[in-house]
């Protein structure tokens, strides 16, 4: 066929370009509606669903307070660590990853593994590496691992005062006291953790700071304890201990005048600084933890009433047999004794 001439084809042609005009015309609207639907109606909802792909909300814990004897030693306190964090959905190779981790953090190949699997994009490796670490992990240059200022607690005197000092745990919101003083000063000795916010590109970068809440550290704790006297009074009881065969001594230095007290030692000792080496039954602090017999302090209450009841006087008289024989026993805590004059 040919194509039609004359006015009838200029007729049709002109239809067909309004036709095809109208379409494009009506296609633009439609798309400037919705354009100007999504960036008004909808602007915020889009708006805020973009940001929180993007946005980082991290915790910043407070600095834990120190322990402090009367003669300026700290028996407990905080160091700068390391936090290493890891988003998994940057983390091209898992178990390669895991492999070269493993040994600079301390931890084991496949516990990595299943945290740099996990579905999200944060992940704590390590709460408080210590800070000599942290050239080892740089040098690795791990695409998707991080590492921030972090802190940690140690105790810098190691055994001295263990028990009574006690120790911490860190509950992801910043170290908690779980013994001792740690424990029963935590409300003092934790600070309020800080929060900061913020929004990251395509590849972890921060574009701007939405929140940022400064942490507030906690406050120095200072004790009656002299680090002297708990040092010395733990090595005179390790003495007693190895002599007597006994499972454990404790011993208190107190002065009289106002009850302050100098020295609570209990052997055998451990240092919190390690904790895969702890026995469960060193943990205690006997002195204050463990039921003992009222003994000789409660002779007082003996006499007293024997006193009141006109039973004795001051000036009585008692007869004593001339020896006395300690029964042995199975338990150890009592070793057997021999009869003395």
């Known amino acids: 066929m040919t194509p039609t001439k004359g006015p009838a084809g200029a007729r049709a042609r002109s239809r067909r370009i309004r036709l095809l005009t109208g379409v494009v015309v ?25 940001d929180d792909q993007r946005r980082v909300e991290r915790v910043l814990p407070a600095r834990r307070g120190s322990i402090i004897t009367r003669d300026g030693r700290e028996l407990a306190a905080t160091r ?24 600079v953090l301390g931890r084991s190949a496949d516990e990595l593994y299943n945290q740099l699997t996990r579905p999200g994009r944060y992940e704590v490796l390590h709460r408080a590496l210590s ?4 050239p080892a992990l740089s040098a690795l240059k791990i695409v998707g691992v991080t590492a921030a200022d972090a802190d940690e607690r140690f105790y810098p005197l190691r055994r001295v005062g263990s028990q009574l000092v006690g120790f911490t745990r860190d509950d992801g919101k910043g170290a908690r006291g779980i013994a001792g003083l740690e424990m029963q000063f935590d409300r003092h ?23 940022d809440l400064p942490p ?9 304890i002299d680090a002297a006297i708990q040092d010395y009074t733990e090595n005179v009881i390790a003495g007693t201990r190895k002599d007597s065969g006994a499972l454990s001594v404790s011993a208190i230095v107190m002065r009289p005048s106002d009850g302050a007290i100098y020295a609570m030692a209990t052997v055998p000792r451990f240092d919190p600084n390690d904790r895969s080496n702890i026995p469960e039954d060193a943990v205690a602090n006997r002195p204050v933890v463990h039921v003992y017999e009222p003994g000789s302090t409660f002779k007082v209450v003996t006499v007293a009433g024997a006193v009141e009841e006109g039973l004795v006087t001051p000036r009585t008289v008692f007869d004593l047999p001339p020896t006395v024989t300690l029964y042995p026993t199975t338990d150890r805590r009592y070793a057997p004794m021999s009869p003395r004059s």
């Open 26 to 50: 009506i296609a633009l609207g439609l798309l400037g509606t919705r354009a100007a639907f999504l960036g008004t109606v909808r602007a915020g909802d889009l708006s805020a669903r973009a």
């Open 80 to 103: 700068p660590a390391l936090l290493v964090t890891a988003d998994p959905s940057e983390i091209d190779d898992p178990v390669a990853t895991a492999r070269a981790l493993a040994p």
């Open 131 to 134: 800070a000599d670490r942290g």
């Open 189 to 211: 000795l934790t600070g309020r953790p800080g929060r900061r916010v913020e929004l990251q590109d395509a590849f972890s970068e921060p574009l701007r700071v939405i929140e």
């Open 216 to 224: 507030v550290p906690g406050t120095d704790v200072h004790v009656t």
